[in-house]
């Protein structure tokens, strides 16, 4: 059984920033594609951001140039850095291994379940 473990969450201004920590458990991941989702409210989850067991990053047209994923093999650990966050960033954020490496198709992860995920709220 994996155990998946975000946290960073919060609520920030517009034009603000947040850094997303996940922990796996139950896994190594250094073999792993891993990535970030986020589900709106009243939306269906979404890939985010996803980065390859050699570092090389890839992330949706909505993130780009605003969010970084890195990993950090050894401690089983990703991270999201999220700048200029917008109000459209609110969301559930959740990790995992992605089988679906898409943007625009539903999301296939490796293990059967998810994580708690960590709520980030964009207001003023």
């Known amino acids: 059984q994996v155990t998946l473990i975000e946290s960073g969450g919060g609520l920030v201004q517009p034009g603000g920033s947040l850094n997303l920590s996940c922990r796996v458990l139950?896994?190594?991941?250094?073999?792993?594609?891993m990535a970030w989702y986020r589900q709106p409210p009243n939306k269906t989850r979404e890939l985010v951001a996803t980065i390859d067991p050699h570092g090389v990053t890839r992330y949706s047209d909505s993130v780009k140039g605003r969010f970084t994923i890195s990993r950090d093999n050894d401690k089983r650990a990703i991270y999201l850095q999220m700048d200029n966050l917008k109000s459209e960033d609110t969301a559930v954020y959740f990790c995992?291994?992605?089988?679906?490496?898409?943007?625009?198709?539903?999301?296939?992860?490796?293990?059967?379940?998810w994580g708690q995920g960590t709520q980030v709220a964009v207001s003023s």
């Open positions: 139950g896994s190594i991941i250094s073999v792993l594609d």
């Open positions: 995992s291994a992605p089988l679906e490496l898409d943007f625009n198709k539903p999301p296939r992860i490796r293990w059967h379940n």
